[in-house]
């Protein structure tokens, strides 16, 4: 599986263009004002979820910001382990009282976070849903 770095956000935040492979996932991260951008790409499935995982834990873990905001504009498809992932980013962000907030999910995306709940998980936590 071919992933996109993530360029060192502090110094030089650079978002790359790159074509992706079926099943391929990459995850940009953008300094913005008061909070972090993860941009997300491609599919996030059971392969490509713990690379998703490891970037936003690492984020939160870092504790750079107070507003870590995932843009999922880009995901093509998410099955039950990215959204495990990203009810385990939440908890994490909750623990650092960081606000965790998803935007940008549209089609099979969407659908899936409506089945699961999200928008009223992440609220309950102190967190935000945005759909599109």
Do not use: C
């Amino acid at each position: 599986m071919k992933l996109a770095l993530v360029r060192n956000w502090r110094k030089k935040p650079r978002v790359e263009k790159a074509r992706l492979e079926p099943g391929e996932i990459t995850v940009h991260v953008v300094p913005g004002g008061n909070q972090l951008t993860v941009a997300v790409a491609g599919r996030t499935t059971v392969d490509s979820s713990p690379y998703l995982r490891s970037v936003l834990l690492g984020l939160l873990r870092a504790g750079a910001t107070r507003v870590v905001a995932v843009d999922l504009s880009a995901v093509s498809y998410l099955d039950m382990s990215g959204i495990a992932t990203l009810l385990e980013a939440l908890k994490a962000a909750s623990e650092r009282s960081v606000k965790l907030r998803l935007s940008g999910m549209r089609g099979q995306v969407r659908t899936l976070a409506e089945i699961a709940q999200l928008d009223t998980i992440y609220r309950a936590w102190g967190s935000e849903v945005e759909f599109r």
